[in-house]
Nanobody, 121 residues
Framework: QVQLVESGGGLVQPGGSLKLSCAAS????????MRWYRQAPGKERELVAQISSLGERTTYADSVKGRFTISRDNAKNTVNLQMNNLKLEDTAVYYC??????????????WGQGTQVTVSS
């Protein structure tokens, strides 16, 4: 069956770094655009970053540009999110998702269970 399993979340101080990973199985990973979303308490889920199926295109939310980097390894069926210079407002549950098309009108087909990232001093 399809699985997206996130890892790497945790507690970090402001200005620190974390690397999230998502391991995919059960579908043709290299055919899907991959996304990271996040949802903070009391807020709507938002798209953080997206990478195309072959990795040649990326998109970032304005709030994370220059701080976060999305990457993928199609040989290992993994997608990563390197998060640097973390801020208090980055605190959220982060979700990995797979979408059949890169365009944002394409809703994700698959979702992970989420991993908590807490930025606190």
């Amino acid at each position: 069956q399809v699985q997206l399993v996130e890892s790497g979340g945790g507690l970090v101080q402001p200005g620190g770094s974390l690397k999230l990973s998502c391991a995919a199985s059960g579908f043709t990973f290299s055919s899907y655009a991959m996304r990271w979303y996040r949802q903070a308490p009391g807020k709507e889920r938002e798209l953080v970053a997206q990478i195309s199926s072959l990795g040649e295109r990326t998109t970032y939310a304005d709030s994370v540009k220059g701080r976060f980097t999305i990457s993928r390894d199609n040989a290992k069926n993994t997608v990563n999110l390197q998060m640097n210079n973390l801020k208090l407002e980055d605190t959220a549950v982060y979700y990995c998702a797979a979408a059949l098309f890169y365009g944002l009108e394409s809703r994700p087909s698959y979702w992970g269970q989420g991993t908590q990232v807490t930025v606190s001093s």
